[in-house]
Each structure stands twice: as structure tokens, then as C-alpha cells.
């Protein structure tokens, strides 16, 4: 299949929809994120609470673009599964680590692949043919990803590009630490792309011609941009490295790689409400050196969790203007991070582009990436124990729906010791 647009849809979502007898295909895309029956919605009509404290939304059903190829739902007997092979993706929009619905349970079992929305939107949407994509049944085994649709290219489909008319980009990515995944971005207003470094070589999907913004992500933390063009027939040769500055840090909470999955609730937020019973508290005490990641919130909100306090002890020889810096990688409703150290107060950052979407209480965590930086006088600092407070400018609604923000990480760069 593949669906063919000229403009964007009202309501402002394109996407196949199965429905489905759930009492055949109970199972959702990971179990029962996305299950509501016999649970109350509690924020809009998509957020729902259950008798034991769980929480479920459909949008927890989400997996990255760039991991998604295939996914479905089961039963005892039978699957079905929706399968995006190859350039699937190329006329969405949101890039490789775009999440959006993929199933939901109620009285229907319903299958989704979304193409486009408004969900946690980052950037315009494309227009012209979405796809090839499937829908496979199965008596319960995983389909492969490898699907071929070159068929298409005899059937006269609009917008159908085959593959002798696109080009390819190959290279090096270096500069990207082993411990991180090293992800490579191709776009323009028409198409989009990307690929995995495997050691430190990448090459990219069949594109379609034409001048590209390149990126490189450490994990999903841009670290380097650069353009190129493809060209019909051609493999380009292109190398990229990080840019990403390594400056010397008298402490560091978290990586900078776009992700929070490493804080505090960091591992839950993908499946489940802040709310959700299962959730450890909010906000909290942090002690360097004492306290892991773990320990620290993975976000802040103006009206509910309280703030987050770093204890952190300075030497003779540290005590001297640092910088401090804080990463995020959303924010709702303006959030963003207000700070203080003993008698010096940071100015307010002003609030940052908005999506006009709920993020983190549905299970998204990506936006735009702010990253927010201070210079920290040494009269605010002194020898041995300091008390970094983090808290949230912004208002919003109630609880968790307020002004807040998710961290990335959080650096005072300066002198190791």
C-alpha cells in the first residue's frame, strides 16, 4: 500500500487505522501500555488511570522511526503486524527518533501506522507518497522487515521513485564516543533519511536527488551538521565528526545524548504517566559524588515534585567563575530550568520555542533539545560544601501539566580538582 498527499488533512493526522476484534488480538504493542478497558481517562481522553495506580495512553505504544520497521499485535492463533520496509519513512516528518501511536485496546484492537501528526510536531510536514507499507497476518511469528516493493515502479504510482533514478551517501563518522550509538540524519522539505555508524562507517538509503542538511547524533544529541547533494545513480562520498566541545568539569549528572533514559523515572517514561504508581517521587536531593543518576529526576515540573537540590563540595582552587550548563530535551507549556547558588540567582533563560503538544505525560521525551548555559560568579561559590537548586520557570495548568522540562544532563564545567 502507500497513500499519496498534496496537503496536510483535517484533523491533522494521517495514519493507517486497523480495527481489529481485540477478544482475537488481545495483545498490543507492548502489552497493555496501550490497554484502557476497565480504566478511567483522567487527562483528555487518551490518558487513563487503572484501579492499581497504572497508567495507560496509546501513545506508550510508540517505538523511534529509526527502529520501527515492524510492528503488530496478537493472539493466541494469529498477528497482524504493520510492516514499513526501506524508505517507508522518506515523506514523514519528525526524523529518526520521531515516536507516534502504533496500536491501542479497548473494545477494538486497533493497528496504527502513523505517517504524520501533530504529535510533539518538530517540523513541517512533508508532502506526496507515504510508503510503500504493509499489513501482514501471521499465526504469530514476526514478519521480516525486508519486504520488496519494487513493484511499484511498473504500476505508474504518483510520487514513486524507483531506484536507478535516487543516489546514495557514504563515509566515515567519527568523534562519537563507543559508548554512544552514532546516528546519521538526512533531510530537506521533501524527504528524510538515516542510517547507523557500524564502526564508524555509515551508508545511507536509497535517496531521492537533491541538496541535504547532513547531521550526526551521539545518541540523539547533535553533534555535528554539514550539507550535501545526491545525485541519481551515484554513490557520494561524505565524511562527518563531532564537533562536540570536551571541556574540563568539576562534575557532571547524566550524558549528553538527547536522552534521559539514565535519570530518575528516565527507564518508565516511555510506558507509563509521571502519575503512575510504579514511578519513584519527583524531585529530591542529589549529592556528587555519592548519589548515581539514578537518583536524579529526569524532569521538573513548576507546580508539582518540588525542586531538585545538588550538594557539591568546591576546593580552595575550584572556588573561581564556572560555567553551568543544563540540557533538555523537551519542554511543555515554556518550561525551562531556573537556578540558584547560595546568593547568586541565574536570569531567566526566556521560554523556549513551544510545541503545542503534551510531551511527557504521554511518553515523549524529544523536542527541540535546549541547552541552556550560566556563568556562575565566584563570589556565589565558596570552599567546601555548595547547594545547587534547579527548579522550573514557567506556569501551565495543574500537577503535571504545568511548566516543566526533561534533562538531558547537567555540567558545572571548571577545574577537575
Known amino acids: ?72 499485535v496478537s493472539g493466541t492463533n494469529a498477528a497482524v503486524w504493520m510492516i514499513m520496509p526501506g524508505n517507508a519513512y522518506e515523506t514523514s516528518s519528525g526524523g529518526p527518533f520521531m515516536r507516534d501511536i502504533n496500536s491501542q485496546t479497548g473494545s477494538d484492537q486497533e493497528l496504527y501506522w502513523y505517517m504524520n501528526s501533530g504529535h510533539v510536531r518538530t517540523e513541517s510536514w512533508r508532502f506526496g507518497l507515504m510508503g510503500p507499507y504493509a499489513m501482514t497476518f501471521t499465526k504469530g511469528e514476526t514478519p521480516s522487515a525486508d519486504l520488496d516493493t519494487s513493484f511499484f515502479g511498473s504500476l505508474s504510482i504518483e510520487g514513486y521513485v524507483p531506484e536507478d533514478e535516487r543516489g546514495s551517501i557514504s563515509g566515515a563518522a567519527s568523534g562519537v564516543p563507543n559508548d554512544f550509538e552514532a546516528v546519521l540524519h538526512w533531510y530537506n522539505d521533501k524527504a528524510q533519511y538515516w542510517a547507523k555508524a557500524n564502526g564508524g562507517k555509515f551508508k545511507s538509503p536509497l535517496m531521492k536527488t537533491g541538496s541535504y542538511t547532513m547531521k550526526l547524533y551521539k545518541g540523539e544529541y547533535e553533534v555535528a551538521n554539514d550539507t550535501v547533494s545526491v545525485t541519481a545513480g551515484k554513490d557520494t562520498a561524505k565524511d562527518i565528526a563531532s564537533v562536540e566541545p570536551t571541556p574540563s568539569v568539576v562534575w557532571r549528572i547524566g550524558d549528553f545524548d538527547g536522552q534521559p533514559f539514565e535519570l530518575k523515572n528516565g527507564k518508565n517514561i516511555e510506558r507509563m504517566h509521571p502519575s503512575d504508581s510504579r514511578m519513584s517521587s519527583w524531585g529530591g536531593t542529589f549529592t556528587v559524588g555519592q548519589s548515581s543518576p539514578s537518583d536524579f529526576p529526569m524532569a521538573l515540573f513548576s507546580k508539582t515534585g518540588g525542586n531538585v537540590e545538588v550538594n557539591f563540595d568546591l576546593a580552595q582552587s575550584q572556588v573561581q567563575d564556572l560555567t553551568l550548563r543544563v540540557g533538555t530535551t523537551l519542554s511543555f507549556k515554556g518550561g525551562r530550568p531556573s ?58 495548568d495543574q500537577d503535571f501539566l504545568s511548566a516543566n522540562y526533561i534533562v538531558d544532563a547537567i555540567e558545572l564545567q571548571g577545574p577537575a580538582s
Open 339 to 396: 537556578v540558584a547558588i547560595g546568593s547568586w540567582t541565574g536570569k531567566d533563560p526566556g521560554a523556549p520555542k513551544l510545541i503545542d503538544s503534551r510531551g511527557v505525560t504521554r511518553g515523549a521525551y524529544r523536542g527541540y533539545g535546549e541547552v541552556y548555559t550560566w556563568s556562575v560568579p565566584s563570589s556565589a561559590l565558596t570552599t567546601g560544601q555548595n547547594t545547587l537548586t534547579l527548579g522550573v520557570y514557567g506556569s501551565g
Open 1 to 72: 500500500m502507500a497513500t499519496y498527499i498534496t496537503g496536510e488533512v483535517d484533523p491533522g493526522e494521517l495514519r493507517w487505522l486497523a480495527r481489529l476484534r481485540q477478544n482475537e488480538l488481545p495483545e498490543g504493542v507492548h502489552g497493555n501500555v496501550g490497554n484502557t478497558i476497565g480504566c478511567t481517562a483522567f487527562e483528555g481522553s487518551d490518558t487513563f488511570k487503572c484501579s492499581n495506580g497504572e497508567t495507560r495512553c496509546k501513545m506508550y505504544t510508540s517505538d523511534r522511526f529509526i527502529d520501527d520497521q515492524v510492528h503488530g
